[in-house]
């Protein structure tokens, strides 16, 4: 199945996933790069909200460039397979290697604002990560193995400190609000 099938496939669970559907499915139609980085108006990227078994857990990294604990993932680079995209980072960003999916559905989706930074000394302006996440388990008693050029830092945090430990006031109440709450099921 295409990912603008997958898409359009998904039942959003709010309002935010209601608009940002719809300017998915609008990008894709009009932009064929919509996979590659080198549209530097929005790109797709995926991201994986990561459990422990007993989905009481989530495992976060202290990303580089945003200074803040947040969820795994990265960019599509022309893979249309997202689901892939998001274990790949989830293995290169962590070191976990036994993750599984719960679902090959889409968990999440959601339209991400990134402002301009400096990344392996280039500057890459402000634009939109058009984002879809994925639910998967992995046990947190697997060796967790920084990627210093990503992240300096990977813990499991309970549910209610992985909210508090996030500095991106934004993501705590759009996105790992909801993830959180739609993990339990």
């Known amino acids: 199945m295409s990912l603008l099938e997958e898409i359009k496939n998904y039942t959003p669970t709010n309002e935010q996933e209601e608009r940002d559907k719809e300017v998915m499915l609008q990008f894709i139609t009009k932009n064929p790069d919509y996979l590659e980085r080198s549209n530097l108006i929005a790109h797709f990227t995926a991201s994986i909200w990561t459990v ?18 947040s969820w795994i993932g990265g960019h599509a680079d022309g893979i249309e397979d997202l689901q892939s995209v998001a274990m790949r980072e989830l293995h290169e960003e962590t070191g976990v290697a036994h993750a599984r999916l ?60 992985a909210l508090k430990a996030s500095t991106e006031p934004w993501f705590v109440e759009n996105i790992y609000k909801k993830l959180t709450q739609t993990s339990h099921t």
């Open 102 to 161: 719960v679902s090959k559905e889409i968990f999440s989706l959601e339209s991400l604002t990134v402002d301009g930074h400096i990344k392996k000394g280039i500057y890459v302006p402000s634009h939109l990560h058009l984002n879809i996440t994925f639910l998967a388990e992995a046990d947190e008693n697997e060796t967790l193995i920084v990627n210093a050029e990503e992240n300096q830092a990977i813990k499991w945090f309970t549910f209610g400190d």
């Open 52 to 69: 422990n078994k007993e989905r009481t857990k989530t495992l976060m990294v202290y990303h580089n460039i945003y200074n803040s604990w």
